[in-house]
C-alpha cells in the first residue's frame, strides 16, 4: 500500500506557542489529504480536507484560524496548531488518499 | 454521523476465526466499503476494500451481499497480535471530495 509519514512524531510544547506537524505521502502524490484528531479511547474525528493548491474545508466546529493547514505540494500537507493549550493535546493523524485513504503514524501533542 | 454500524467489542482466542460484520444501510451506488485496524498510539492501517461479493487478500476476507447493506471482516486464525480496533468505513461525498466519517469501531481482544 501507499505510504504516509508524520513529523514529528510526538511533540510538548508550552501553552501560547504554535506547532506544526508535517504530513508526507512518499511514493504517492496527493491532490488531497485529509486531517483526523483522536483524543483517548475515542474514534478518529475528522478534522478538515486540505486541498493541493486551494484552501482547505474545514469541518464544522473547527476553527480554521485555529488550525492552519498549509497543502504546498502534491506530497505536503501541513497542520499548524496556533496559540495551543492543554485541551489541544491529542493524537493527529493525517491521510492521504489515492482512491484508498492511507494514514499516517500520527502525532502525539501534549499541550502544558 | 458515520455511515456505519458496529459491535462495540468482540472476545476470541487465538487461531479461531472472527468475522466482525459492519451495518451500512444508507450505503450509496459508488461507495467502497474499506476496513481499517488501529493499534494504540498508530494511524489506522489499510485491511481490504471491496464493492461486492466476496474479495480476499493475505490477511482477511470481506463478504459483501448482494444488497450492500452490511459486511463482514474475516480474519482467520487470529494471534495475539491481532487485539486492535477494527473500522468499518464507506466514504461520503461532501463539499466535491470524499471523506470517511468514522464510527466507534470493534475492539477486538484475542485471548491465549
Known amino acids: 500500500g501507499a505510504v504516509v509519514s508524520q513529523h514529528p512524531s510526538w511533540v510538548i510544547c508550552k501553552s501560547g506557542t504554535s506547532v506544526k506537524i508535517e504530513c508526507r505521502s512518499l511514493d504517492f502524490q496527493a491532490t488531497t489529504m485529509f486531517w483526523y484528531r483522536q483524543f483517548p479511547k475515542q474514534s478518529l474525528m475528522l478534522m478538515a480536507t486540505s486541498n493541493e493548491g486551494s484552501k482547505a474545508t474545514y469541518e464544522q466546529g473547527v476553527e480554521k484560524d485555529k488550525f492552519l493547514i498549509n497543502h504546498a505540494s502534491l506530497t505536503l500537507s501541513t497542520l499548524t496548531v496556533t496559540s495551543a493549550h492543554p485541551e489541544d493535546s491529542s493524537f493527529y493523524i493525517c491521510?492521504?488518499?489515492?482512491?484508498?485513504?492511507?494514514f499516517g503514524p500520527g502525532t502525539r501533542l501534549t499541550v502544558l | 454521523l458515520a455511515k456505519t454500524t458496529q459491535p462495540i467489542s468482540m472476545d476470541s482466542y487465538e487461531g479461531q476465526e472472527v468475522n466482525i460484520t459492519c451495518s451500512h444501510n444508507?450505503?450509496?451506488?459508488?461507495?467502497?466499503i474499506t476496513w481499517y485496524q488501529q493499534f494504540p498510539s498508530q494511524g489506522p492501517r489499510f485491511i481490504i476494500q471491496g464493492y461486492k461479493t466476496k474479495v480476499t487478500n493475505e490477511v482477511a476476507s470481506l463478504f459483501i451481499p448482494a444488497d450492500r447493506k452490511s459486511s463482514t471482516l474475516s480474519l482467520p486464525r487470529v494471534s495475539l497480535s491481532d487485539t486492535a480496533v477494527y473500522y468499518c468505513l464507506v466514504g461520503e461525498v461532501m463539499d466535491s471530495s470524499y471523506k470517511l466519517i468514522f464510527g466507534s469501531g470493534t475492539r477486538l481482544l484475542v485471548r491465549p
Open positions: 491521510s492521504g488518499d489515492t482512491g484508498t485513504q492511507y
Open positions: 444508507n450505503i450509496a451506488t459508488n461507495d467502497y
